[in-house]
């Protein structure tokens, strides 16, 4: 047999040819605010924590974790609150996971998925790996969804499971939950609503979680990788109807989430308001970042996220490059004259804004 050299020779599947793997750049800059992590390390007094349980987990990890993370999800129905119970919830290696589980018992083969772009970068690539067609919707030019336009665009599409993420990367644009019940009126189908930001939202705004009863098709999405500063840990979770948690026992592998995976996010969700200690700091630093690109000469996008979307960027490529070679690694996600970065610590966020003033690329 001849040496396979390169994807054209292997026999994979016909509807997996041409396409690329999510594929952000990793590389080892000194300020990277390129994919929307929690920049802060995770306390002392939490890591101790964490690291005590995952011993205790250790001692037993001949045997087979709990199958059904128990106590994790109750870790997480506690913390979600909305008196959710444990049946409500599903766990998985990132929210990345969970929202595969969803696609493979809701999508698949023959099936659609419809998001409204630009949205998540990841909802194409996981929808098409479940052998699900995507389908694009478009929104306002501002980025922001309207109720009757939205669903309409659903109501045409008959998608079977639509994403709503919420506030949306890479925009960062709110979504109001009128937006939400009227694309759930509009369909049959599956409606998830990715709330993998919700914690960046003003405290006084209500998660889609407040629409869960009497709306067994609507499914609620978090992750740890955000403001929980555990993006490495991999844990996303979702609450929904307990019929949909159990269609998703359908699709996963068993023993999906490891003893130590479920070790660390229960001790880590035991300290939730440390762990989210640093939301508020973001969030100014999000602001001052928004308020520094608007004075020199930039125009950024309302965010109720750790990010910021601006536009007005002459060539992104060229600021991307520039950005890279003095030591800052940010996002260029494909939207015209548009850059995306991430609010890190007051001295991340200072060393990205002075280098790009020192650019100076506002078209
Ligand atoms: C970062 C992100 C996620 C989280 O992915 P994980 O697999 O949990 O790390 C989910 N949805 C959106 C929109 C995101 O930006």
Not at 167 to 193: F, H, K, Q, S
Not at 209 to 225: H, K
Not at 262 to 275: D, I
């Amino acid at each position: 047999m001849g040496r396979v050299t390169d994807l054209e020779d292997l026999p994979l599947r016909a509807d997996l040819r041409g396409l690329k793997p999510y594929g952000a750049p990793q590389a080892p800059l000194p300020v990277a605010l390129n994919v929307n992590e929690n920049t802060h390390p995770v306390p002392e007094e939490v890591a101790d924590d964490i690291l005590d349980s995952i011993a205790i987990a250790l001692r037993e990890v001949n045997r087979y974790p709990d199958r059904e993370f128990t106590e994790l999800r109750e870790g997480f129905a506690d913390y979600l609150g909305h008196g959710l119970t444990r049946d409500q919830i599903w766990a998985a290696n990132g929210s990345n996971e969970v929202l595969q589980h969803v696609l493979q018992a809701f999508a698949g083969p023959g099936r659609t998925a419809f998001g409204f772009a630009p949205t998540y970068s990841m909802y194409p690539l996981l929808a098409r790996g479940t052998g699900a067609e995507w389908i694009a919707g478009t929104r306002e030019h501002d980025y922001t969804l309207v109720a009757e336009t939205a669903a309409a665009q659903v109501a045409d599409a008959a998608p079977d499971v639509v994403f709503l993420c919420a506030p949306n990367n890479p925009t960062g644009t709110p979504l109001r939950l009128d937006v939400i019940e009227a694309v759930y009126d509009a369909t049959d189908g599956i409606v998830v609503v990715d709330e993998a930001y919700q914690e960046f939202a003003p405290r006084d705004e209500q998660s889609a979680l407040t629409l869960l009863p009497e709306r067994p098709r609507l499914v609620v999405s978090r992750t740890m990788s955000k403001a929980f500063a555990f993006a490495g840990a991999r844990v996303g979770y979702l609450a929904a109807d307990p019929a949909v948690i159990d269609a998703l026992r359908l699709v996963r592998l068993p023993y999906h989430l490891s003893a130590l995976t479920q070790a660390a996010a229960s001790a880590a969700l035991r300290h939730a308001p440390v762990m989210l200690g640093t939301v508020d700091e973001i969030v100014a630093e999000r602001d001052r970042i928004s308020a520094t690109l608007a004075a020199l000469g930039y125009t950024p996008h309302e965010s109720w996220t750790n990010f910021v979307l601006f536009s007005g960027v002459d060539d992104p490529a060229s600021t991307w490059q520039a950005l890279y070679d003095r030591g800052i690694l940010i996002r260029d996600v494909g939207i015209p004259h548009s850059l995306r970065v991430t609010a890190g610590t007051a001295e991340e966020s200072t060393a990205f804004l002075e280098a790009l003033a020192s650019i100076g690329s506002a078209a």
